[in-house]
């Protein structure tokens, strides 16, 4: 089952970190699309920098099969073709590199 969550507008980093921490608590067997916007800087945002290292230490940890960001979502990537496959929702983002975005998979 494919989730989407978004947490670009209206969080705080931490009140962003602490919804996506929760759904990842009571997801069992999914897959998450998070929208967590790029970031006014032009280098990232505070939320979408806390959550990829939240996400990428939860997927070191074993707590998260895959952690996929959103531009290197595409087919050069195995792990993001084997989602795709497995996800037909997800075949939008195929066509798009989105900086904005992970998905993760639970």
């Not at 089952?1 to 009571?26: C, P, R, T, W």
């Amino acid at each position: 089952m494919l989730k989407e969550i978004n947490v670009e507008n209206g969080f705080s980093s931490q009140e962003a970190l602490d919804y996506v921490k929760q759904v990842l608590l009571y997801s069992k067997k999914d897959c998450i699309y998070i929208i967590h916007g790029y970031g006014s800087s032009g280098k990232g945002g505070i939320i979408r920098q806390k959550l990829r290292s939240y996400l990428n230490a939860q997927l070191k940890n074993g707590k998260v099969k895959s952690v996929i960001n959103g531009e290197d979502f595409n087919v050069f990537n195995l792990k993001a073709l084997e989602l795709k496959n497995k996800y037909k929702e997800l075949e939008q983002l195929f066509r798009v590199c989105n900086h904005g975005v992970t998905i993760v998979e639970v």
